[in-house]
């Protein structure tokens, strides 16, 4: 069984959503490994009002929220559910309710401390803008080096003779322990299962994090979109690493490519790996990215690189292609990356400048990038054929984000 929409159910139902599936082509976990489903809560109050929520629990879900995770509900209907597992916050609560509706079963839902989202006492409540306002240096501390952030909490004096104790805490890395004591809790417990984790953009970081060996250094590199889902799978055999399946898909909520998240300054790349096996699912990519301007293209002088990348830009004439020996990718890569990075900096005044470059290529090269980004090991990251992965490069900072990976079109 695959991890798809049933789509003729859906047509019949009347569903009025883009009904394409936004589960990667796999099959079930064997007995050998335990998947592991996640999916960030749906978009709640403090989103919509751009507020730092960290686990204060006075966020609920807006009507958009509530749609969307019955959407993704209905996205994960066909497959199969062994236990579900939540944050204890009022957000996530009403998401599971929802996704639990849209994939019309009935499970118990076990609730973990270990998922409530990053502590952020100080910030909880607070705008982004008056953030980044008041809390320059700080701020700058969490986007530049997110593991060395530390917060003192806001405690209030219960007398006027009563000692104010004030305990630093480091935000990340409390969170990153957090979710490495859930995994070693919970795996245990379902072996060969496919177990649901709906939880927070932080702790789901965390989560594929600690898994996957990615660094607290690098805790914003992956985005968490509202209602978002990736997976993981759990060799049970200790010499085998788990892997990163999918990441960040939310083509169930009608999203042609994952909203960007800090303003349209910067370099985004969509990347597609050639293995020519499948022309029906390229087309159907190309159909999805008919939409969205694309203003260069590079590729290897392989064959299959060259007909994906003919079948992909069909819908996009003016499109610049450049074509490369393949022996010669990676350096020409890295030089129209340099070049087009100088270009955006040249129009920083423009605040809407972007670029949008489509990289077709072998998927060793493909997988190399992705690794680059994530800063771990190859062997974590599972790349499917015919599939799209995205990374975005913000003009105003140094880390690179991987808004998602291994978007499917079927």
Known sequence: MQLKLNKKRLEDEGDKRNNQCPMPHAP????????????????????????????????????????????????LRDVRIDAVYTSPLRR?????????????????VFTSAHLKEIDMPAWQGLTYKYVQE????????????????????????????????????????DLYDRA????????????????LIVSHSGTIRALISTAIAIKSE??????????GISILNFSTLKHQQPQLEAMNITTHLSEVLPKLKDGKQGLRLLLVPATDTNPH?????????????IDFSLNSDLESSQHTTEQLLKYHPKTVQIQVLHQYFPQILQQKFSSQRATISSNETDSTHFITGLIVACPSIIQNLL?????TSPECLQLIPDTLSVIYYPLKSLTPVLQAMNINNS
């Open 134 to 173: 008041h809390f320059a240096a700080d701020y700058r501390c969490w986007k530049e080096r997110p593991h060395e952030f530390q917060m003192i909490p806001q405690v209030e004096r219960q007398s006027r003779s009563a000692i104010c104790v004030q305990q630093q805490c480091f935000p990340v890395l």
């Open 28 to 75: 079930c976990p064997i007995p050998d490994f335990t998947r592991v489903i996640l999916v960030r809560h749906a978009q709640s109050s403090y989103n919509a009002q751009k507020r730092y929520q960290g686990s204060c629990d006075d966020s609920v879900l807006t009507d958009k929220g509530r749609s969307d995770a019955y959407q993704t509900g209905v996205a």
């Open 180 to 195: 490495d004591q859930f995994w070693q809790e919970i795996l245990p417990l379902h072996t060969g299962k496919t177990i």
């Open 92 to 108: 996530v609560q009403q998401t599971v309710v929802e996704i639990l509706r849209g994939m019309k079963v009935e499970k118990p």
């Open 281 to 293: 699912l390229i087309n159907q990519l190309a159909e999805r990215l008919q939409a969205v301007p």
């Open 371 to 375: 690794r680059q980004v994530l800063d």
């Open 218 to 227: 690098q805790y914003h590199v992956l985005q968490q979109s509202n209602c």
